[in-house]
């Protein structure tokens, strides 16, 4: 949706310069962040980005700009699953095995994490794809992973339903770009298992307005 508030119509051109040195204009933290993201949109045949040295813009599909105005009147559906974006750090295993992923199953969803999803082509696009189809994305912001946040506002940005969630005694990781959010903050993963599903319950009400 950001995309299309740059132009009137379709086809009309875009500078990808002011994209790239602005990257949180896409909700991306860094260049290579907005090349992966563009990738993807290109991939879904929502954009045309020429990959030519001395083009320096790209343009929004018809199928992009009706995509992007189905947003603006509903949230976006998707699969009966959550995605869920964190720190790999194998301290937090335990976050996602005993407080997350029960959560998520005990309201009939099924949880969707990367480190256990099976992909041959570039991890980002399949990331992207599987926030897509969604209903939900949890955000654990603790140990402050820049790559969930990017995928935290790649959400955001689909209208799909947000939880942000952090372990008490790491707030300071919360990022300044997400820390105006509600943060679900637990104690341990028990306490995070019992908040997460009333949030969840929530956000699948948001999901089907």
Not at 96 to 113: H, N, Q, W
Not at 170 to 178: G, I, R, S, V
Not at 189 to 209: G, T
């Amino acid at each position: 949706m950001n995309l299309t508030r740059r132009v009137e119509f379709p086809f009309d051109r875009i500078d990808s310069d002011t994209i790239k040195s602005n990257p949180n204009l896409v909700f991306a933290r860094n260049l290579i962040q907005v090349k992966e993201l563009f990738g993807a949109l290109e991939q879904k045949q929502l954009i045309i980005y020429p990959a030519h040295p001395n083009i320096t813009y790209f343009t929004i599909t018809a199928d992009g700009w009706e995509y992007a105005n189905s947003l603006k009147t509903k949230p976006l559906g998707g699969l009966p699953q959550v995605f869920v974006a964190m720190s790999f750090d194998p301290k937090l295993n335990s976050v996602y095995d005993d407080g997350i992923e029960p959560a998520i199953k005990e309201i009939g969803l099924t949880p969707r994490i990367m480190r256990g999803i099976v992909h041959n082509g570039e991890i980002c696009a399949t990331m992207l794809d599987e926030i897509y189809r969604s209903k939900i994305v949890i955000v654990d912001c603790t140990l402050g992973n820049q790559g969930a946040f990017f995928e935290g506002g790649y959400a955001k940005a689909l209208g799909k339903p947000v939880i942000f969630t952090v372990r008490k005694g790491h707030e300071k990781d919360m990022h300044f770009d997400t820390n105006h959010y509600h943060h679900v903050i637990y104690e341990n993963e028990a306490d995070l298992a019992k908040k997460l599903v009333p949030h969840l319950r929530v956000a699948m009400q948001e999901n089907q307005a």
